[in-house]
């Protein structure tokens, strides 16, 4: 009896046991409920997971590169540098140094221009004094090489200027009962056909680029309308105006509030549309300093005398506004000096050189836009340097054999590559040379070095780049490992 008992209840347990895996939907309290959807969330998530280690591709490397491997570099403009390299082959680098693109293709530039974020002009076999060249070649971050005029057999086109998506272009038309024809045109950066060309004179002789996208084009020298072909192009709205008279610019003269001022004794101005006037009048004469005028920057343009034509004793001195407002008055210091060079303002300074009239002695200082002399004057007592005045207020004294000095504008002396310069704005530019007769320049914030690495008793000048932020640290620039694909 006990017997049967136990297998009895054996059997029962069996049943029960077997029943566990089952669900029952007649009973909801007793059933055992299995969340299917999320074990399939959860197999979808373990497979996502087991796909992604197996098919995602690893993360980009780089590798440092070689210095003695660069040709060429332009340091930084735009936020990139442009390197090429000895294999015939080229790259842009950021800020960090960390290579953003890379091309095929290396021309032998003279020339280069960002044209926006993401679009880099370089160009050859030109002029040193004007913009245009007659080969070029329109880089891409993005795309690559997008145009190539040396590849191109439907056109034969001369570079002059680019802005935005805009290029400015000019071409020769000779041909069977065709007189002989120069025409300026807009392309785009990919070379398309221009919808319209307009007639010139001649082949331009003069290229300015004025900033903002507007360049002014002259066919000759003359300085006369009269006798010259003279073109004021935007290549913002595409627009191209025949100057009635030429405003006479100085080289850097750019725009600033939609105004250009040149610097002679008849001071004119220029607006975006090409109307030109005088700044003071026609009866006030304007003198500027001994070595050359002031570049008109940040609003303002120096003049050493600003005076009425029979009234000399009447004059003013200082920085003017494009109204011919004298702004940062200097006046007081005529007495005692000549003003021997006035800078551009940049960043609410400039420097001026300043030459004393019982000994000839050369004094170096800087006023802000409020006519506050920034500290007192300096000068070179034993004449052994060159000082160099940079637009803002700053000086580089550059001394043989020995490394620049660089003055701030509160006075304070540094040596760039040697010292922390973290307070230097990136705006500022110049050039130096250390005491190994390396060649650096300063722009946007990072030092770019130019060293010589050639050696031995038949010296071979071979460079190499460097690149520095302002603070000393190097810039080690990274290129990734895989090469480009594909040829140009």
Request: one cysteine or more; glycine letters at 10%; charged letters at 25%.
């Amino acid at each position: 009896m006990k017997k049967c008992i136990t297998i009895s209840l054996t059997f029962c347990m069996l049943l029960a046991l077997a029943s566990c895996g089952k669900t029952d939907t007649s009973s909801p309290e007793n059933s055992i409920s299995i969340d299917t959807e999320n074990m399939e969330e959860s197999e979808e998530a373990e497979y996502s997971e087991s796909e992604q280690s197996e098919y995602t591709e690893s993360e980009e490397e780089f590798i440092t590169v070689d210095r003695s491997t660069i040709k060429n570099a332009t340091g930084y403009h735009n936020g990139y540098n442009y390197v090429t390299f000895n294999d015939g082959t080229s790259a842009v680098f950021d800020m960090d140094g960390i290579e953003v693109a890379r091309f095929p293709f290396a021309m032998e530039y003279e020339y280069t221009n960002w044209l926006n974020d993401d679009l880099l002009v370089v160009a050859r076999e030109g002029v040193h004094f004007a913009v245009y060249y007659d080969e070029f070649a329109i880089l891409s971050i993005s795309e690559g090489i997008i145009y190539d005029s040396t590849k191109d057999d439907e056109h034969d086109w001369t570079y002059l200027g680019g802005y935005g998506n805009t290029i400015l272009v000019q071409r020769y038309l000779q041909g069977f009962n065709v007189d002989a024809t120069y025409q300026i045109a807009f392309t785009d950066p990919y070379g398309s056909e221009p919808e319209a060309w307009t007639d010139v004179a001649d082949r331009f002789a003069y290229d300015y680029d004025l900033g903002e996208g507007m360049y002014l084009l002259n066919t000759g020298s003359s300085g006369s309308a009269e006798t010259d072909d003279i073109r004021l192009c935007s290549l913002s709205d595409r627009s191209i105006v025949k100057l009635s008279e030429f405003p006479g610019l100085l080289d850097g003269a750019k725009f600033y509030d939609g105004y250009i001022v040149e610097g002679s004794e008849d001071c004119k101005k220029m607006d975006m549309s090409g109307n030109v006037s005088r700044t003071f009048g026609e009866d006030i004469h304007a003198g500027g300093p001994s070595w050359g005028n002031t570049v008109y920057a940040e609003g303002l343009i120096g003049f050493i005398s600003v005076y009425p034509y029979d009234n000399y004793d009447d004059y003013r001195s200082g920085y003017f506004d494009v109204n011919g407002n004298c702004i940062v008055d200097l006046k007081e210091y005529t007495e005692r000096y000549y003003f021997d060079s006035m800078g551009a303002f940049l960043n609410g300074h400039a420097g001026v050189i300043l030459e004393a009239k019982d000994n000839g002695s050369k004094f170096y200082a800087c006023f802000d836009s409020q006519g506050n002399l920034m500290y007192e004057p300096f000068m070179c007592e034993d004449g052994s340097s060159d000082i160099e005045l940079i637009d803002g207020g700053y000086f580089l004294a550059k001394a043989y054999g020995a490394d620049n000095t660089f003055y701030d504008v509160t006075g304070e002396t540094y040596i760039p590559l040697t010292d922390d310069m973290s307070f230097l704005p990136d705006n500022v530019t110049f050039e130096g040379v250390t005491t190994d007769g390396d060649q650096y320049s300063y722009s946007e914030g990072i030092f770019t070095v130019k060293a010589d690495l050639g050696t031995g008793y038949a010296h071979v000048y071979e460079p190499c780049y460097e690149f520095y932020q302002k603070d000393g640290t190097q810039i080690y620039l990274q290129m990734k490992v895989d090469p480009m694909d594909g040829e140009f």
